[in-house]
């Protein structure tokens, strides 16, 4: 009862350790949503409207890597971006960029799948209205892109709700630096573990309040969507 007390206390008071926390922790999450939209949007499009050989193998691989675990994306951004990696002259390591970085890994395939299977579904509608039409290749997609936008911004909330809840990634290739790689739910573990259980508890009000906001606007953008599809 004390440690929820002195946990919404610090909420209330603008502790500046807590909130430089939260600050960093959209930061990263919202950068990561975003260099996975322009990769993963495009790309499940393209699946969805072309053909060629190997592609169920690639749509296979992309619904698999939905369930990538955490610390596997993490060793492997570690390891391309440490000193002896490949990518290790850069000095990404242990910085808000490696924490972006291994996020958008894990939420790309996120967003491609359910980029894809939604464009799959209009295309099948419009297939031939656009082959009538004589519309090209390019335009297809963009018209098809902006036709889901409705359900391609709920799969992108999808997206940072699982980055934003994600702990193994970011502490392996973030290193947990305190003011400078903490995010919410590393900074949760650590302080769970130090017995800073009001600190604790006041980043775990704070991240569930943004879950529940982001499936808010999640559940809001879809209703948007079917009323003027209605």
């Known amino acids: 009862m004390l440690e929820s007390a002195s946990a919404f206390h610090l909420i209330l008071s603008g502790d500046p350790t807590l909130f430089a926390i939260v600050r960093l922790s959209l930061a990263v999450s919202?950068?990561?949503v975003l260099l996975a939209a322009l990769v993963g949007l495009p790309l499940g499009g393209l699946l969805a409207l072309t053909r060629f050989p190997g592609r169920d193998a690639v749509v296979v691989l992309i619904n698999a890597?939905?369930?990538?675990?955490?610390?596997?994306?993490?060793?492997?951004?570690?390891?391309?971006?440490?000193?002896?990696?490949?990518?290790?002259?850069?000095?990404?390591?242990?910085?808000?960029?490696?924490?972006?970085?291994?996020?958008?890994v894990l939420i790309t395939p996120i967003i491609?799948?359910?980029?894809?299977?939604?464009v799959e579904d209009l295309w099948s509608e419009y297939r031939d209205e656009m082959n009538a039409m004589g519309v090209g290749p390019a335009q297809r997609l963009a018209t098809l892109l902006y036709d889901a936008r409705f359900s391609l911004v709920t799969a992108m909330l999808a997206g940072f709700g699982r980055a934003a809840a994600e702990?193994?990634?970011?502490?392996?290739?973030?290193?947990?630096?305190?003011?400078?790689?903490?995010?919410?739910?590393?900074?949760?573990?650590?302080?769970?573990?130090k017995g800073d259980l009001p600190l604790a508890m006041g980043l775990g009000a704070i991240l569930l309040t943004l879950i529940l906001l982001i499936n808010s606007a999640a559940w809001g953008v879809r209703a948007i969507g079917e009323r003027q599809a209605g």
């Open 30 to 32: 919202l950068s990561a």
């Open 65 to 104: 890597f939905m369930g990538l675990p955490p610390v596997v994306v993490g060793l492997t951004v570690f390891l391309l971006l440490s000193r002896s990696g490949p990518l290790g002259s850069f000095g990404l390591l242990f910085t808000p960029t490696a924490m972006v970085i291994a996020q958008a």
């Open 112 to 118: 491609a799948a359910l980029t894809r299977q939604t």
């Open 167 to 193: 702990v193994g990634a970011v502490m392996i290739v973030g290193g947990n630096i305190e003011g400078f790689t903490r995010t919410m739910t590393t900074a949760i573990a650590l302080e769970t573990s």
